[in-house]
């Protein structure tokens, strides 16, 4: 590390669609109830993208607010990194077309697939181009329209799942400040446990695949909460061992809002009370790699976190993947 500069956040923002689909809502949908979601995994409601919106467009509107948030005008932006499962199309990368519409024109651009982990992994490779004096100012979004790839007909996973975005931008700091640390894994044997089957090209999209649904997200729920729930709390250590802090040191948690007993189990590994866990799953559910950034922004906004406060990060995702950051605000 020696030579290498420090990087902050500078700047964050988000995006949320307007429609709300509500727990009452899927009750007229799916054989499912208020009760049953609550009681197993704490979501009320959720935002949905309308049939018009695409994963750019909530990408920029959370990228320009981050930016002006950071006093950063576009022209000076180095490198756009877009986490999502959920791109416009196959090709080109969405980070690309969110630089076309910013006129952010000196910027590299490319996206970046690591499922709900994506924004952490998207995060410890901006701050890497950051540190190393490669680039000045990396703006790293997180954006999902997970509505798109959710069979509703599915009453164990259509209730999870909502759309957003979140965006950071990244710049260089003194060091012991900002981005502490960053913390990456992945177990690719556990691939199938969370994944969407066709469309590659394993399974090319075709009618056949359609009949089974296979173009929809498939999870084996019990299995990935059983993972979660270890790699969680194991993440968030790993991340504060290697910042050289310990449990103590902690202010705020700002977890993958996946599941509220899986948020629980990591707040007890980490011996933090609720009041410094940061949740907003109840209204917009599981919005993968939007999740952390949005959760961030919106306690940012609120004037939650105070100049020195040490921020853990942590996530977990397809891949199977996982992720934590130490952030000194």
């Not at 609550?38 to 009320?44: D, E, L, Q």
């Not at 703006?139 to 790839?149: E, F, K, N, P, Q």
């Not at 194991?234 to 310990?246: C, D, R």
């Amino acid at each position: 590390m020696q030579g290498l500069r420090g990087v902050k956040i500078e700047g964050w923002g988000k995006a949320l669609p307007e429609r709300v689909l509500t727990n009452h809502d899927l009750e007229q949908m799916v054989d499912t109830s208020d009760e049953w979601i609550v009681s197993r995994t704490g979501i009320r409601e959720r935002r949905v993208a309308g049939p018009e919106t695409a994963a750019s467009d909530l990408a920029l509107v959370a990228a320009r607010e981050a930016l002006a948030k950071a006093g950063l005008d576009p022209e000076r932006v180095d490198l756009i990194i877009v986490a999502t499962v959920t791109p416009d199309m196959a090709f080109p990368a969405t980070a690309c077309l969110v630089q076309s519409a910013l006129a952010a024109n000196r910027a590299a651009a490319f996206d970046l697939e690591a499922g709900c982990s994506g924004f952490l992994y998207a995060l410890a490779i901006g701050r890497e181009f950051v540190a190393s004096g490669t680039y000045d100012h990396v703006l790293v979004i997180g954006v999902d329209i997970l509505s798109r790839i959710t069979n509703w007909q599915d009453r164990n996973t259509c209730v999870l799942f909502g759309d957003g975005a979140g965006a950071v931008v990244l710049g260089p700091a003194v060091r012991g400040q900002g981005i502490l640390s960053t913390y990456l894994g992945s177990d690719g044997s556990g691939g199938e446990l969370l994944c969407l089957p066709a469309g590659g090209s394993r399974r090319p999209l075709a009618p056949e695949h359609m009949e089974q649904g296979l173009q929809y997200i498939h999870m084996n729920g019990p299995e990935v909460f059983k993972f979660a729930v270890r790699v969680m709390g194991e993440a968030a250590v790993k991340a504060l061992e290697l910042a050289g802090l310990g449990l103590d040191d902690v202010t705020y948690l700002v977890p993958h809002q996946a599941n509220l007993r899986i948020i629980d189990a990591a707040a007890r590994r980490l011996k933090l009370t609720s009041e410094r866990v940061l949740v907003n799953l109840d209204r917009y559910g599981n919005m993968s790699s939007a999740s952390i950034p949005v959760a961030l922004a919106e306690a940012a906004d609120a004037g939650r976190f105070r100049p020195g406060d040490i921020l853990v990060l942590v996530g977990f995702g397809a891949g199977l993947t996982w992720g934590a950051s130490v952030v000194r605000w």
